[in-house]
């Protein structure tokens, strides 16, 4: 098989950049080492930034989104049962960001696939890339035990952070920066109305959040133990721990349910420099990791995407290769920028088993200061709502 760029992983950014590239009238092959349904199965994201929506609504891809979606003026923050406050993204951003499932925006990928004839092949099995350093790379994977191989111009890797494609960057190419933090999310999904905000919780019991999939699917979390176990956590110890962790009156509002999703997430940052090597591209989580606690994850990989098609756009269109030259450093500076509010939303919002009084005060007074200053709480919601998008370099 031939085609002009070869995508690894049919995840959100490998489904995104072959539409975005299709646009273009860039071929493109996506190779997914899962079935449709796995990947169709994962519950994950549930907040997409201004700068995302934007990027489905120009390409078509938001009609479902504008339909289901949720928009929010702002999220909250309560504090140890005390007078939370709310970070208002739309008054001093003017932009709203939308309450609305990966699950669901990866079905919408998946259709537009299906609209366009786009060739995506499920279930590869042992996939390698090979001559990235040269102008004819190659991915090669078996299916039913079949060797099968594809010759391109590009590979985009877009396989997630345990995928094969930042693997094949040489060892004295690749830079990793990592930071694990001591404990997990447990969340649940569960049929159950919302609250009407996104409500982030420090609490001396650990971190809670309170999110939405829509007006009758409610998604939840709670900090705990990285040991922790699912069967350590039936739903009725779920919703009193919950509760616990949000003052009395808010607690009230919480309506309970069975849940249809029950899963823990570890939280690391980890970002992989560079993120393009000869005709090796990485986008979204092959490339970096952010803590869920800035809702970042998913609108990195857009971001990410988004570099990239325009990029590859403007080498196959125009001849010019300035923006591939540029991508991994235009992506970078907006990805360290989200990996760092992230890295500063965990501290600020968890309890870590090491934290001494001293840590402890000044994680309340940084709180306390966030609640008393407009000037703090405009700086968290401009980088809460996503920096803009780099408008493209001359040349
Ligand atoms: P993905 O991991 O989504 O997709 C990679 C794809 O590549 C997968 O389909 C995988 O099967 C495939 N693949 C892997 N190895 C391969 C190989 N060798 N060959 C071919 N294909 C291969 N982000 C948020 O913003 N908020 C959240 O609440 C949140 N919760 C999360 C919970 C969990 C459990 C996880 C794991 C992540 C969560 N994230 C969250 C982050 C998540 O949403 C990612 O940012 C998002 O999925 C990134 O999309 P991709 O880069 O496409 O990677
Ligand atoms: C979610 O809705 O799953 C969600 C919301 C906000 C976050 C993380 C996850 O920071």
Not at 73 to 88: C, H, N, Q, Y
Not at 93 to 107: C, H, P
């Amino acid at each position: 098989m031939k085609t002009q760029v070869a995508i690894v992983g049919a995840g959100p950014a490998g489904m995104l950049l072959a539409e975005l590239l299709r646009q273009s009238g860039v071929a493109c092959v996506v190779i997914e080492k899962h079935s449709r349904a796995h990947v169709l199965s994962r519950i994950r994201a549930g907040v997409l930034e201004p700068g995302t929506v934007e990027v489905l609504r120009t390409h078509g891809l938001a009609e479902r989104l504008d339909r289901e979606g949720h928009a929010h003026d702002g999220m909250k923050i309560v504090w140890a049962g005390r007078e939370g406050f709310f970070i208002d993204v739309r008054r001093h951003l003017g932009k709203r960001f939308v309450a609305y499932g990966q699950t669901q925006l990866q079905e919408d990928l998946y259709a537009a696939a299906d609209r366009h004839g786009t060739v995506v092949i499920h279930e590869a099995e042992d996939v390698e890339l090979h001559g990235i350093d040269t102008p004819r790379p190659q991915v090669r994977w078996r299916r039913g035990g079949e060797p099968m191989r594809l010759d391109c111009d590009y590979i985009a890797g877009c396989d997630g952070f345990h995928g094969a494609a930042r693997r094949a960057m040489p060892r004295d190419v690749l830079r990793e920066y990592e930071k694990v933090y001591p404990f997990g999310w447990l969340g649940i999904l569960s049929p159950t109305p919302p609250l009407p905000d996104i409500v982030y919780a420090n609490h001396p019991r650990g971190f809670a959040l309170a999110s939405m999939r829509s007006p009758t699917l409610s998604r939840y979390y709670v900090q705990v133990p990285l040991e922790t176990r699912l069967e350590e956590w039936p739903d009725e110890r779920f919703w009193e721990e919950l509760k616990a962790r949000y003052p009395r009156e808010m607690a009230d509002a919480i309506v309970t349910g069975p849940s249809i999703e029950k899963s823990i997430a570890p939280l690391r940052s980890f970002v992989a420099e560079p993120m393009r090597h000869g005709r090796l591209f990485l986008a979204g989580d092959a490339a970096h990791i952010v803590p869920p606690t800035g809702a970042k994850g998913l609108n990195l990989a857009v971001s990410d995407v988004f570099y990239l098609a325009r990029a590859l756009a403007a080498f196959y269109r125009e001849g010019r290769s300035a923006l591939i030259d540029a991508y991994s450093e235009t992506a970078l500076r907006r990805v360290w920028s989200s990996v760092r509010v992230s890295w500063y939303l965990t501290n600020l919002l968890h309890r870590f088993p090491d934290m001494s009084e001293f840590d402890q005060r000044a994680q309340e007074h940084e709180l306390a200061y966030l609640r008393s200053s407009p000037h703090a709480q405009a700086a968290l919601a401009e980088q809460y709502a996503g920096l803009p998008f780099e408008d493209a370099p001359p040349g």
